[in-house]
């Protein structure tokens, strides 16, 4: 079982270029979501999927988009990236109430 | 909206000191749970709390709750290498139909052997 999978596990970007953040749970959990991480700051709600069709903002969705294709996928994306978008970012998916958490994507914006 | 605040942010003790994080709202919390995440790694769930005044313990970790479900904290017992990471506490909310969880900024430790 892999649980949760994010990829890539690092980026670099440069300001202003795209990229899609891949997310991937095989656990069967009908809620999924984005996280970003920063020091100080503690974990911030980007966008979460309650189930599969539907997307909600959280607490930072500004900059982001995402797209739940499937029930096990749920993908991230920067459109125009900038460097306050420099951050970890976690996906994870809820059964039960508990969050299950993918490895982190460490994205750099330069 | 909810906010959780979590002190203190950090916390440095001697191996074998006890460490307590705490918890905060303004308002009623219907729950409230504890992650944990190790240094380059990511949360895991540790336990999760409903009812005013609960107590639950997890060998040398005390969660408590408070009676006015308004406050929670977590309690290492002579702490060890291993309590390394940062401890965060985050409450779950449910609107239409769909849930989602808010984090408080999270308690750093860190241990000197």
């Known amino acids: 079982n892999a649980g949760v999978t994010q990829t890539p596990k690092f980026q670099v970007l440069k300001t202003g270029q795209s990229m899609t953040l891949q997310c991937a749970q095989d656990m069967n959990h009908n809620s999924m979501y984005w996280y970003r991480q920063d020091p100080g700051m503690g974990l911030r709600l980007i966008y979460y999927?309650?189930?599969?069709?539907?997307?909600d903002k959280g607490e930072v969705p500004n900059g982001y988009n995402v797209s739940r294709l499937n029930k096990r996928e749920f993908s991230l994306r920067l459109e125009s990236a900038a460097p306050s978008q420099t951050s970890v970012y976690f996906c994870a998916s809820l059964n039960w109430g508990e969050l299950f958490f993918g490895e982190g994507s460490r994205l750099t914006v330069l | 909206g909810q906010q959780v605040m979590q002190i203190p942010q950090y916390q440095h003790v001697q191996e074998g000191e006890d460490f307590t994080t705490y918890c905060n709202s303004s308002t009623t919390l219907s729950n409230i749970q504890w992650y944990k995440q190790r240094p380059g790694g990511h949360p895991v769930f540790l336990i999760q709390?409903?009812?005013?005044?609960e107590v639950k313990k997890q060998k040398r970790l005390t969660f408590q709750f408070g009676e006015a479900k308004k406050n929670s904290s977590l309690h290492i017992t002579a702490t060890q290498t291993t309590d390394v990471g940062t401890y965060f506490c985050?409450?779950?909310?449910?609107?239409?139909?769909?849930?989602?969880?808010?984090f408080g900024k999270g308690t750093k430790l860190t241990v000197n052997p």
């Open positions: 709390l409903v009812k005013s005044g």
């Open positions: 985050a409450v779950r909310l449910t609107q239409g139909g769909s849930e989602k969880l808010v």
């Open positions: 999927s309650a189930s599969e069709g539907t997307t």
